[in-house]
Structure formats: structure tokens, C-alpha cells
């Protein structure tokens, strides 16, 4: 048994949606589970939906409509035939958001923000679901929401590791003796049935879920690259494709924030030793990546830049000494507010921290510390995380005013203003 993910990118039109159904007549081996995420760039404007929704602002039925069209012009592309069965479908799904939009907004942000942009991955299951069966590949749609149970943290939600692999175990392998099956990554469900998303670019870590608690054979991520390779192609020029990566290394890029895969998705394959490949969706036949216990050689110096940092610097209002019961209070702070902390430095009179910068959160932090703390902070910033560094590279990298640095063996990091 196999898992295929596929990620926005490889859904985002219906070229893409006809290129993977290509992808999947190439599987000899029917026993496959399909998850996808969202279409194209789908979770950002159905972000903008729930913010609008939640600030009461008066773009929302334009944002809403602009989200409509797109996925409606895939389905016309796809299906031509308006009789088709999935408009209905898609219909049904989106009048699931006009519910929402009906009603006066009451529950927090967070709440708002699953029950919404989680539609995201329904509606492209949905579609690309409509499509495999209208090519003959027959295909079962499961709502991920049945299978993967969370707690009610939203927007961030913890896996119930022992619900979720009673569930998925108790039929999905039966299901899929029978052929295809298509999922959705990113969401999850509370015992209070409410839906729960897994945190940003979750869907690989959905996948390796599903990995875990069936046993899979190998989880395969098809991507816009043509592997893990050692920086953003997007940024750097000469950049250097993986063959293989060991499990731990490819678990420290993803925590410095390399973004090819997620980061919570490497370690439920490690447990079971499931192997990860990670291919090009347009190029199927190409080796790709395969991340597995394996002891690397060499050093390729691996590059990982973080955008839109802030950085925060904390005194005592008595200029008194950073204490562990400082430490205490400062890292409850960021805990309560979900903030992950990317690069900390502790002096005697201060505590710097940068993170991914979110205005609501910050607001939030600010008036858990402003009491006991003086605060300072900068924004616009980046975080370059060089792994298996050396001077040449560093050196080649790294230029400007450095506000925060650090070293240790193996990795180098520094904070530098994002020009």
C-alpha cells in the first residue's frame, strides 16, 4: 500500500489535475491512497475570506465569488457537460461557506478560520475525485474528518494518535482492495465534531498519518521541483539536488523552515521506517528524492532563508538579571500564544527571540510581557539557517547588518534585515 500526496501546485488548473491522473495510470499497484491540498493558491484567498468574514469588511461576497469562479472554470475545463453530477457536489460544498457568511460572526478567529478555509481540500478532493472516476480510474472519496482525530486547538490542532489509528485501520484498507482512494490533507475532527486544521502546509503531514496507521509501503510527495535539493531554487542559483537524505537530517531543514516538505511529517515515517520520496509531478519518471535511514556522506552546505521575521528584545523593567523564573514567564507567554520560536539568545539583561511574525499574535504577546518586561523589537527581517556551514559559503551568503547571530557545530544562523 502507497500514499500519494499532492500539493496545491499539482491541482492549481485543470492541466495539472489531468497531468496526475496521468501520473496514477502509470501505478500498477491499485492500492493507493490519494491525499491533495487546495487548488493553487486557494487557502490564501479563503484566508482573506475569514478575515474579511470576522472584520466585517465589505469585500467578502467579491472575494467569495472570485473563489466560486476558479474552481468552476477548472470544473467547465474538466467536465464541459453542466449535467455533471460534480457541480452539484461543489455546489453543496460551497453553500456549506454561505452558511457562514449568513450569520453574524460570534466564535473566535481561529474557530472561524478552520470551519472555513478547510473547505478548501474538500472542494479539490471533490474535483479531482469527479475526474479520476469520469477517466475510468476508479476512486472512493473519504473525508479525512472520518479518520484523523484532534484535539480542539485550532488552527494547530494535536493528533489523537490512538482514535485516529483505530479509525483509519478499521476500514480504509478494505477500501482500498477495491481500488483508489482520495482524501484530503491539512484537516482533522474534534469529538465535539468540529473541524480542525493542522497548521499551514499541513497536507504532507496528513499524508505521513495516514502512512503511519497503515503501514504503507512508501508516502510519495509530488512536487514543482525536481527533489529536495539544498536551497530554494526560488532564491539561489547552482542549487543541488539530494539523491537520498537520512530521516534526521531532513527533520532539522524542515525545523530551520526549509518548506519543501512539513515539518511534522518526517517523524511518524521514521517510527515505521516508511520511506518518503519526493518527486516532480512533471516529470514522474525522474528519481527524485528518497528520504530513509541512511548515513549521509559528504557536507553540501544546506541553505534555509525564513522570511518576515520579527525579532523581539526583552529587559527587566528593574534591569535585574534574565532569570529562570523570567525564562519561565517569557516562554508560558509565547506557548499561550502558539508562537514557535525560531532563534533565541539569552545574555544577562536581555532575551531575544525571533519568530514568524503574525500581528494578531504579536498584540497578544505584548500584553502578556509588557508588565514585567521593557520591549523592543524589530520587523522586516529574515532568518538564513546554514547547515553544515563554512566560511566560503558564509561568507558568500551572508552580507549586511547582522542584528542576531549563531553557531554551533553544524549549523550557522543569522538575522539580517530583508532588503
Known amino acids: ?81 453542466k449535467n455533471q453530477a460534480v457541480y452539484d457536489d461543489i455546489n453543496n460544498a460551497f453553500v456549506e461557506i454561505e452558511w457562514i457568511l449568513e450569520d453574524e460572526p460570534v466564535d473566535g478567529f481561529d474557530f472561524i478560520y478552520d470551519q472555513m478555509v478547510s473547505m478548501g481540500e474538500i472542494i479539490s478532493s471533490k474535483i479531482v475525485g469527479h475526474y479520476l472516476n469520469s477517466i475510468n480510474l476508479k476512486t472512493q472519496w473519504l473525508d479525512a474528518r472520518s479518520y484523523i482525530q484532534t484535539d480542539n486547538i485550532y488552527r494547530e490542532a494535536k493528533i489523537d494518535w490512538d482514535k485516529t489509528t483505530q479509525l483509519i485501520q478499521k476500514n480504509i484498507p478494505q477500501i482500498l482492495e477495491k481500488g483508489f482512494a482520495i482524501t484530503q490533507g491539512f484537516i482533522g475532527n474534534t469529538s465535539e465534531n468540529f473541524t480542525t486544521t493542522l497548521g499551514r502546509e499541513g497536507s504532507d503531514f496528513s499524508a505521513a498519518i495516514f502512512a503511519n496507521c497503515l503501514n504503507a509501503q512508501s508516502v510519495t510527495i509530488w512536487k514543482d521541483v525536481p527533489g529536495v ?41 521514521q517510527n515505521k521506517q516508511i520511506p518518503l520520496f519526493v518527486k516532480p509531478f512533471l516529470a514522474p519518471k525522474e528519481s527524485g528524492t528518497v528520504i530513509k535511514e541512511v548515513q549521509m556522506s559528504g557536507s553540501t552546505p544546506i541553505i534555509i532563508v525564513k522570511k518576515n521575521q520579527l525579532l523581539l528584545t526583552l529587559n527587566t523593567k528593574d534591569l535585574s538579571f534574565i532569570t529562570e523564573k523570567h525564562l519561565q514567564n517569557i516562554f508560558k507567554a509565547f506557548a499561550d500564544v502558539y508562537i514557535k520560536v525560531n532563534i533565541l539568545q539569552i545574555s544577562a539583561l536581555n532575551f531575544s527571540a525571533s519568530y514568524d511574525h503574525q500581528d494578531d499574535k504579536f498584540k497578544l504577546l505584548i500584553n502578556l510581557l509588557t508588565e514585567e518586561f521593557d520591549i523592543r523589537y524589530n520587523t522586516g527581517l529574515k532568518l538564513i539557517t546554514i547547515r553544515h556551514a563554512n566560511e566560503q559559503t558564509i561568507k558568500k551568503h551572508i552580507s549586511g547588518e547582522i542584528y542576531l547571530e549563531q553557531r554551533n557545530r553544524n549549523t550557522a544562523q543569522f538575522i539580517l534585515k530583508d532588503e
Open 229 to 269: 535539493l539544498n536551497a530554494d531554487p526560488k532564491l539561489f542559483e547552482d542549487c543541488i539536488k539530494f539523491e537520498e537524505l537520512s530521516y534526521t537530517e531532513a527533520i532539522e531543514m524542515t525545523y530551520y523552515g526549509a518548506t519543501v516538505i512539513h515539518p511534522k511529517t518526517i517523524k511518524p515515517l
Open 1 to 81: 500500500m502507497q500514499v500519494f500526496k499532492f500539493g496545491g501546485a499539482s491541482v492549481k488548473d485543470a492541466e495539472e489535475i489531468q497531468n496526475l491522473g496521468e501520473i496514477l495510470k502509470l501505478q500498477n499497484d491499485k492500492n493507493l491512497l490519494i491525499v491533495v491540498s487546495a487548488m493553487g493558491k486557494t487557502t490564501n484567498a479563503l484566508e482573506k475570506l475569514a478575515k474579511g468574514y470576522f472584520d466585517k469588511t465589505d469585500d467578502i461576497d467579491a472575494v467569495f465569488e472570485e473563489i466560486k469562479s476558479y474552481h468552476f472554470n477548472i470544473i467547465h475545463q474538466l467536465f464541459g457537460d
